[in-house]
């Protein structure tokens, strides 16, 4: 926290200062008061520079300290978080029809997903509130993140997850100790209930919508990125960072990463940022294309963690796109059920939907001119492709059934593969 | 390659230059006569030494290159392969009952096991041979990342499944773009479909029963575990190494491993070995307990990965247990759903049946004096709980069910919760 000057309402604009407020701007309420986190970036510059960095040995979203609103690193977990490969993808490119495409394979977090770097400091900060629980209400990454990290912490934790969720994934919570509730009803009611619970008991809501630290977490990836490209890559930054779109707070933390990164001399030109959401689920693509307020809709799409119909983070994933001088695009479930083989098949990365969706924008954009032949991509893979099995039973195929016989074997072989 | 002397036969001790031979002993055949890689240890220790790997950046397994039978270093696959986090537990340690207990995270690999070690040494060596083609027959983790280091490599692949393989294990393969083969009959019939397709066609034969350069990828779990314990552990190296044992080609690999990091100076005292195996399936126990040789089992456990009734690699299995002064134990499969929640409550490590059997292994060798309470231990996991989601519902139990009403709520938390 040593470089956190305040909060500020992306609303409103009312700053306050960091212990005045826990949540959402007390002035606008959590349906418009999302705060911002902000930061004194001449004095994180004297710590966070390209030249300290570069004998810098954590390989961890812990790395960037300075940035992170964190009071005290001893409430940082054991769990190796961040810092996940960065690929050239040379035949993936080909495949998309882009100069260069780079994979950044956020699977590989400690519960396989993007939002481990965002339920990371929501623990911490959890701790530095000596809450004696934290909660939230999600049937996806999120919670199954929440429920690993506070595992690590010993932090007792609460999740309103909506009846219909998949076995799997509560499956998940549960293995992590978390006390789970099966709200008999719909998403907007278990997340009520948490809102409830969590100002009624005193717990600690880890909810985007509301929470102002969890962005912080998630823009790591973008200053990873830059790093890693620096060391890695041959030429200029890619032109494009493009990334799935539910809620916004991703796209939005990926978006204020790259400016501090900018901001900090690591990077000399900010790239434009693509968003990508399912064709059944489009909120920000229709109020940029129309230039209007949000409309909340009906989602409609396999890809379950982008299926946001009413992003809470609006404001802050339109502005990543704006301010960039991006795009939006729609894809279908089935341009991401492809877009689950291409990965895998070209660069061995296996996406669960919503993590490959950006992948399939990618063609889009291509198709649509949006994207030039000529220019480079870095896609963020948000999700491991395990999370999410049946998905991928759909976009894989079957697999050939044979007699136990060599010869039968040798017929479809000779027929079929080679 | 630089370094390996030669392959040497378990068996009859025949010992062959790497390029005369390709699998197993041409004198024993493959029943028995798996061969052993033998490096100049004194070469090798002018590479690599504490001294020289204290600068050393690069962290995965390919940081132990003079260690490993890698002919031209542009055959490595860009995946990030190993350098797996070791995490010290001391709630898991004081669960167990024994002085601190250390995990190997190998869950966090490409595919999300240990086996990706292996497919990654493999694949380099089908690209050496020039092979048109990788195949193995098994419906698991090797299966998995056999899909995943080919299509990195884009070197196709057959693999031959049983008819009854999982659906979500197939499907994660054919993601991938192996071409799958479901035979409709046994196991074993898959393995002699497999073993007859590789010599007929002239594929690369990927199966631990036959290729001696597997084991040599799974050893570098040993290698990183004592450079990791020796970066951040406090105190001796733990007294015990522990792992669950299917086949045996593992835990030799750990022990192979270990003896290395022995030979050139990085531990003085080399741990004892705690093979753990299931109770439905435990020839290794049977045999060591009656000093007897191996006598194939029907298995019947959940723990899929270690249900191996016939271990191949029955010789190097048994060696590390005997020339360690270590021993074999096995576990139920009630104690393996209990190790899945305590692993991942007491240190937010989410594990497969397989993974965590070396946990329930502690705690069943400390009830049984074979650990003491004094001594500390080093686990290996060896695979991601999102590999068998179905174990996991069987070890997590059910949410609460509560009406979408916070008076509902409330009396619930207020009963059970706080």
Known sequence: MRFVVGLKCVHCGEQYAPEAVDYYCPRCGYHDGILDVIYDYDAVQSELNPQSMRGKKERSMWRYLPLLPIADEANIQHLQVGWTPLYHAPRLSAYLGVAHCWVKDEGRNPTASFKDRASAVGVIKALEKKASRITCASTGNAASSLAGFAAAAGLPATIFVPRRA???????????????????????QAWELCMQASERFGWYNRNCAVNPYLIEGKKTVSLELVEQFNEIGAGHFPDWVVVSVGDGCTIGGIWKGLKEMHRLGFLSKLPKILGVQAAGCQPFLTAWQQDSPLVPVAADTLADSIAVGHPRNFYKGMLAVKESGGAFVAVTDKAILEAMTALARNAAVFGEPAGVAGIAGIKQA????????????????????????????KAAGAPVAVAPDMEAVAGIIGGILL
């Open 166 to 188: 998949p076995e799997a994934k509560i499956a998940q919570l549960l293995i992590y100790g978390a006390q789970v509730f099966s709200v008999q009803g719909t998403y907007d």
């Open 366 to 393: 291509v198709e649509m001119g949006i994207i030039g032949p000529e220019e480079s991509v870095a896609a963020i893979v948000t999700g491991n492709g395990l999370k999410d099995i049946q998905s991928a039973v």
